[in-house]
């Protein structure tokens, strides 16, 4: 744990400046596909005046993409954070240098081009990859290269957002599968460096910081309730659509390669309609939480925004999920704050948290995010209620998330309920079989075989000397053996098993080290001894840890009724 938050410092400076170069190529894609200048300086892409090329620009950048994709590394298509979970899962943690180069540059043709996706996808995969390389430059395990990994796509988001807290959670909830010391610590770590490294780099407070006010009463917990209900709904359907939008991609009769610029066509129709559903829409986002968006932008970016980011992510390009979620989120809650007391904006921070909970079944991180976001940590229990609200709603819609259905799909199936193993829980004394039969030291080879041959109701047996102190375990396998290699058997059992060694554990022994000594050594049946005596007090076989897994979803399934009589 120690040596991987010494690490961590490196990956979080890393992730954050990792962060600061996407966000400058994405400026100076913008200015020159928009503006026609060579500039790093922010650029929005509502202030342009471009004519009708608003529908060739898109076009263009697709096609930049399309062929980077092919040439370059198929990894940079989608949003990022599917790639991450799957390189995390079964690849080991492994990320290359190319991908680390080619993501974000992709990002930025996207985003810079008019792609409507925000840059917290290609930041994660970005800064994962970071991870994943400084990693690989030691002797690491997969699981320590997963930490460093997940540390640096939690420090990518930090730096972007500015939500040290939400990328954390994001990190446990979506990334890391686990939450042990030697995870959590190094990406808190990296986390803290990069929010250190984000006034310098980016700029200091909340990036969406806003005047609106939360409306007093109780009554608003009811009311966030039901947007995270409804933002709920949208969620599943947003997913249900973009899956069934790239099934029809993948139906098309040409490559791959062409499919972001025909995606790119509707981008650029969208673009037409209102240019404020083009690009990363990071001003609307502000502008939503002020409530100052006419109510045609707002319905222009409710349902303009979502076909063309449908399409377009749909269709294979490079760019995030969060941005789009958000502003869709908050669009919707800005559109029903309208018929509820108080500011539209505060409204449209609930429709947020609720939208991200329920799109990527991370609740703890949507709820914690739209307030960092937004500096109004006294909302905590409304964005609360809306994201469990949206989360009620998606596990009972959606088999997956948004980002775990893209994987399911080629066929790795994940489940997103993090629970501890029981066989962590149980000791051996608690699953033993007590007072096992036994074979006396005694005994001699001949006897023996014979016993395996007639008697012998098990595979093995414990060997035990007078005072019923383990000497060993000998097993049907053993009595075969013999009868070829000493027929005559007038050795004792004794004697020869006093050169082997004999694993063996404690009734206190956790049964998940067990598990492991049977991995390890082959041998079913692992006897149990006294320490202080060290006479056998029992047997734990492999059936038995079955049994335990047995009785745990039991107790996780099985309903019955039972009063207890006074």
């Known amino acids: 744990m120690l040596l991987l938050a010494a690490m961590a410092v490196v990956v979080g400076s890393g992730g954050a400046l990792g962060a600061w170069i996407l966000l400058k190529m994405i400026a100076v894609a913008t200015n020159l596909f928009w503006f026609g200048r060579l500039s790093a300086a922010?650029?929005?892409?509502?202030?342009?005046?471009?004519?009708?090329?608003?529908?060739?620009?898109?076009?263009?950048?697709?096609?930049?993409?399309?062929?980077?994709?092919?040439?370059?590394?198929?990894?940079?298509?989608?949003h990022g954070i599917p790639e991450a979970i799957e390189t995390i899962l079964f690849g080991e943690s492994r990320l290359s240098v190319k991908v680390a180069l080619l993501k974000p540059l992709s990002a930025?043709?996207?985003?810079?081009?008019?792609?409507?996706?925000?840059?917290?996808?290609?930041?994660?995969?970005?800064?994962?990859?970071i991870g994943s390389l400084f990693a690989q430059c030691f002797h690491l395990s997969a699981a320590e290269r997963k930490t460093l990994l997940v540390a640096g796509a939690a420090a990518g988001m930090t730096a972007i957002f500015?939500?040290?807290?939400?990328?954390?959670?994001?990190?446990?909830?979506?990334?890391?599968?686990?939450?042990?010391?030697?995870?959590?610590?190094?990406v808190v770590v990296a986390v803290l460096v990069s929010f250190a490294w984000r006034p310098t780099l980016i700029g200091a407070g909340p990036m969406f910081a806003t005047a609106s006010a939360q409306p007093a009463g109780l009554w608003v917990l009811a009311a966030a309730a039901v947007i995270g209900l409804i933002v709920g709904l949208e969620a599943a359907l947003l997913s249900t659509t973009l899956y069934r939008v790239e099934d029809l991609f993948h139906r098309l009769p040409v490559h791959w390669m062409w499919w972001p610029a025909i995606g790119a066509i509707f981008v650029g129709i969208g673009g037409l309609i209102d240019r404020h559903v083009l690009g990363s829409g990071y001003a609307s986002i502000q502008t939503l939480l002020d409530g100052s968006l006419a109510m045609r932008v707002v319905l222009a970016i409710l349902f303009v925004k979502a076909i063309v980011w449908l399409i377009a992510l749909g269709s294979g390009t490079s760019g995030g999920i969060l941005a789009p979620l958000l502003i869709l989120g908050g669009a919707t809650g800005c559109l029903l704050g309208h018929a509820l007391p108080g500011d539209v904006g505060f409204w449209a921070m609930i429709g947020m948290a609720g939208i991200m909970s329920g799109a990527m079944r991370a609740p703890m991180t949507g709820a914690l995010f739209a307030a960092e976001l937004t500096g109004h940590f006294a909302s905590l229990p409304a964005t609360i209620a809306s994201a469990g609200g949206a989360y009620a709603v998606s596990v009972l819609?959606?088999?997956?998330?948004?980002?775990?259905?893209?994987?399911?799909r080629r066929g790795r199936h994940i489940?997103?309920?993090?629970?501890?193993?029981?066989?962590?829980?149980?000791?051996?004394?608690?699953?033993?079989?007590?007072?096992?039969?036994?074979?006396?030291?005694?005994?001699?080879?001949?006897a023996a075989s014979a016993f395996f041959a007639d008697e012998a109701k098990h595979r093995s047996y414990p060997v035990v000397d007078a005072d019923g102190r383990l000497l060993g375990l000998v097993s049907r396998t053993d009595a075969l053996r013999w009868r070829v290699t000493d027929p005559e058997g007038d050795v004792s059992l004794a004697e020869t098993l006093s050169d082997v060694s004999q694993p063996a554990a404690h009734p206190e022994t956790p049964c998940g080290l067990i598990a492991d000594m049977i991995i390890e050594t082959g041998i079913g049946r692992v006897p149990i001894v006294d320490a202080g005596t060290g006479r056998v007090v029992g047997i734990l076989s492999r059936q038995d840890l079955l049994k335990a897994r047995s009785a745990h979803r039991q107790a996780e399934t099985a309903r019955s009724r039972f009063a207890k009589s006074i």
Do not use: C, N
Request: glycine fraction near 12%.
């Open 42 to 78: 922010p650029a929005l892409i509502t202030d342009s005046a471009v004519g009708l090329a608003v529908l060739v620009i898109p076009l263009i950048g697709s096609l930049i993409i399309g062929m980077m994709a092919r040439y370059g590394s198929e990894k940079i298509r989608g």
């Open 415 to 446: 489940l997103q309920e993090y629970t501890v193993d029981p066989l962590d829980f149980l000791q051996a004394g608690q699953l033993m079989t007590p007072h096992p039969d036994t074979l006396p030291g005694t005994m001699s080879i001949s």
């Open 397 to 408: 819609l959606m088999r997956r998330s948004i980002l775990t259905e893209k994987i399911a």
């Open 108 to 129: 930025a043709v996207s985003i810079g081009s008019g792609g409507p996706f925000g840059a917290e996808g290609p930041i994660i995969m970005t800064g994962g990859a």
């Open 162 to 186: 500015g939500t040290p807290l939400a990328a954390i959670l994001l990190a446990i909830e979506v990334l890391l599968f686990e939450w042990k010391p030697r995870s959590f610590v190094p």
